[in-house]
């Protein structure tokens, strides 16, 4: 089996920082594609960011200039840093990670149980 734990959320007041964590175990080949999406009350889910395994990373617009995320391929874990959060970063963060489990195994797609971060004075 395979388990995303993340760790990190809470409450934070607009302009401050958090970050976030999210740890892979079970059984794992190799681990390609590492992101955190979010999902506000009432909206899709949406990508936040996301990074593969050779440190290339993608943002969305949204985020650009506030949050970066990072991986630390030996633990297997993604971190997302997030500074000048705003009320609109308001959700429910998760984790999501695509991997083989096995060297014959198809690339398969895990998803975290995800952390709540709200933004608010």
């Known amino acids: 089996q395979v388990q995303l734990v993340e760790s990190g959320g809470g409450l934070v007041q607009p302009g401050g920082s958090l970050r976030l964590s999210c740890a892979a175990s079970g059984t794992i080949f190799r681990i390609n594609t590492m992101g955190w999406y979010r999902q506000a009350p009432g909206k899709q889910r949406e990508l936040v960011a996301r990074i593969s395994s050779g440190g290339t990373t993608n943002y969305s617009d949204s985020v650009k200039g506030r949050f970066t995320i990072s991986r630390d391929n030996a633990k297997k874990t993604v971190y997302l840093q997030m500074s000048s959060l705003k009320p609109e970063d308001t959700a429910v963060y998760s984790c999501?990670?695509?991997?083989?489990?096995?060297?014959?195994?198809?690339?398969?797609?895990?998803w975290g149980q995800g952390t709540q971060v709200t933004v608010s004075s």
């Open positions: 999501n990670a695509n991997l083989y489990r096995t060297t014959y195994d198809a690339l398969r797609s895990f």
